[in-house]
């Protein structure tokens, strides 16, 4: 569905917040722009309404304009989900405080103030179940069209929708003997990554290049041809899932990015390590990859009996016994014996003064048993 045609809007304040977009948005992409946009025209539209007095800057008010500004999206029918509105605040109090900067109005700055921005929602993670993963795979693999490898290609190698449908036609790299990787350009968060692959996957990219010189769209270099624009390629994509779904008769609430979080969920259950699989989706923060992770009962219950079968930090062990020896050598071995004990009793201990007390005897301990080992005779 084509979005309706919005006439400019018409403020005195407008040149003066686009001025100050521009200036945010120097080292931001597109998206970034789009995004400051939409919320002073949102604001603006608001102010113009309900305050077309309102005239210049100095004539802004915390009560009731921004006041009022964030009761009426907070009343907006159907209510604008959280994510929504913290994004609305982020993006209009940046802007004041370059406004506040650049017109000498520090007042400005303090138009909309931190504890005004509630806390993000705790977001889950949304792996497909097992089920729908299975049925959407078969399904994908009998339609064998250019949407079902797509989606098959985004399903085994993570990638965010927006990053196939920037894949350069040459994305498959080889790596070595029967070794090949896919070449994800510049993302979201501003990196590229290179993305193992098996021979499945090499020839899903071989049939989208198939149907690349197939469409009648001029050559541009991409992997996915685009009717119109990125977004365009981006919605029938989405769409195609969504007639996928409902064919399926599963839920079609299902988006393309659950595909990610599947695919993250699989590579952890596999044993990859945590560094490796946020290198895989592209990550800067750990706390992002545990967005796209469950972690179940059942992968807690193996993980729990895979550090009980195969323990690496518990105290040291004993050595096998040996013969009792005499003389020196058994005053060593039983400086050894004592020497463990007490460090197997200092670990049971809380941290305080009696567990550094006995690490200084376990040190002591050392140094006796070095010199001790000095004394032997020929």
Known sequence: MKRSWRPPLSHPLIDLFDRAVDSLCTALGSASQVQYRGTVRNFLSYLGTNYPEVKSLDQLRREPHLLGWMSHLRAQTPPLATSTYIGKLIALRPLFIELAWTKQLPQVARLIRREDIPRRPHRLARPLTAEQDQLLQ?????????GSNVFLLLRHTGMRIGECADLPLDCLRSTGFRQWAIHVPLGKLKTERMVPVDSSIVAIIQRLRFFRFLDPCPPDGRLLARPSTKYALVRALRDYLHEVCYSLEISTRIVPHQFRHTYATEMLRSGVSF????????????????????????DLQREFQLAHSKPRHLVPQPRPSDPIRTGLDGVIDSLHATQRAMEMFRRGLPIGAERKCLNRLTNRLTKIITEAGKLRTP
Do not use: Q
């Open 138 to 146: 078969k399904e994908f693999v009998k339609r064998n069209d250019l």
């Open 275 to 298: 560094p490796v699989l946020m290198k895989l989706l592209g990550h800067t923060s750990p706390n992002m990859t545990m967005l796209y992770i469950e972690v179940a009962l059942k």
